[in-house]
């Protein structure tokens, strides 16, 4: 077995099912996510370097998929009734499904990776007034279609952290 093969089998070992659930948590969808995850993969060890460890991997592919969600042109879509209405969680993964791929991916970042405007364009190499402006874009749409959401344009725009790498970390 060649070392990128062996690479990629301990790198799934130790973290593919938190890279598939970031996955998920990125796109919304299942099937979206099988395929960012195997577009990541394949990115991470086609580069002719192989990481020198399944947590180095790990942050290449987790970087990658973000990267990509940032840029998906998915569209969003009609507001869905949650599977549980009485749980916040399903009413936040509906409302979230209503906003477009990179709007989605933007506040995935924020809220589920915790990360702060300038941690967030860094990772995902935008300018930092794009974050910006596509999470406010975000926040507002957010709360018009689940007012409820308990989430603020200021608190997304200044909150978070700005380390973005914190090796095992689900996110």
């Keep these: 077995m060649r070392r990128w093969q062996r690479m990629l089998d301990a790198t799934m070992q130790a973290h ?3 890279l598939l ?3 998920r948590e990125l796109t919304g969808d299942g099937e979206q996510a099988a395929r960012l995850l195997e577009d990541a993969l394949t990115a991470a060890f086609s580069r002719g370097h192989v990481p020198e460890h399944a947590d180095a991997a790990f942050e290449s ?3 990658t998929m973000r990267h990509a969600a940032v840029r998906s042109a998915v569209p969003a879509a009609p507001l869905a009734p949650a599977d549980d209405p009485t749980e916040a969680s399903s009413l936040a993964r509906a409302a979230l499904a209503t906003l477009p791929g990179r709007e989605r991916a ?3 970042l ?3 990776a915790g990360l702060a405007v300038e941690a967030i364009a860094s990772e995902v190499d935008l ?3 794009a974050v910006r402006s596509d999470l406010a874009r975000a926040v507002t749409a957010l709360r018009e ?3 409820g959401i308990g989430v603020t344009v200021e608190d997304a725009l200044e909150g978070g952290v700005l380390e973005t790498t914190a090796v095992g970390d689900a996110r």
Excluded: F, I, N, S
């Design 16 to 18: 593919g099912e938190a």
């Design 21 to 23: 659930a970031h996955a």
């Design 61 to 63: 592919v987790r970087r």
């Design 106 to 108: 933007l506040v995935v």
């Design 110 to 112: 924020r809220y589920g």
């Design 127 to 129: 300018k930092a007034a």
């Design 145 to 147: 279609v689940y007012p």
